[in-house]
């Protein structure tokens, strides 16, 4: 039997509705049969260590989670890409991962859709939840 593959879910997650479309990325990404590491959960151990603001802890768990992933999906909407989001992508270019970014906000920068080492560091782009799908199941 195939092991799973594991995704590291990059992404803000400092609002409500971002939190809720982050589990819900991840919801249907285990739907397709992918392990998921989702930082504003796996990261923070039941957020006892957010609680503690025990940075170190957070970032390291963080690190791990991206060394073990087999690629990153990276949700890349805003008017700028969240800097940590974009620190992830850096950290995951480094180490050779494939980067998917998922971009569903419509505004573009005016030579390109997001910012020019994010958007060159990712290996494919998906515009929308259902092109996100069909991008990670070629990873099956």
Not at 67 to 88: H, I, Q, R
Not at 99 to 121: A, C, H, K, P, Q
């Amino acid at each position: 039997m195939k092991e799973k593959k594991t995704i590291y879910l990059a992404g803000p997650l400092f609002t409500q509705a971002e939190l809720e479309f982050n589990r819900k990325l991840r919801d249907m990404l285990l739907k397709k049969g992918f392990a998921v590491f989702l930082p504003q959960e796996d990261a923070e151990d039941a957020k006892k260590e957010h609680e503690r603001q025990n940075q170190k802890y957070i970032f390291q768990r963080c690190v791990e989670g991206v060394d073990d992933s087999d690629f990153v999906v990276a949700v890349l909407d805003g008017v700028d890409v969240d800097s940590g989001t974009a620190w992830e992508i850096g950290y995951a270019y480094a180490k050779g991962k494939v980067i998917i970014g998922l971009r569903t906000d419509f505004r573009e920068l005016s030579n390109g859709i997001v910012n020019l080492m994010i958007e060159v560091s990712a290996d494919t782009l998906a515009r929308n939840e259902e092109e996100l799908l069909e991008t990670v199941e070629k990873f099956l």
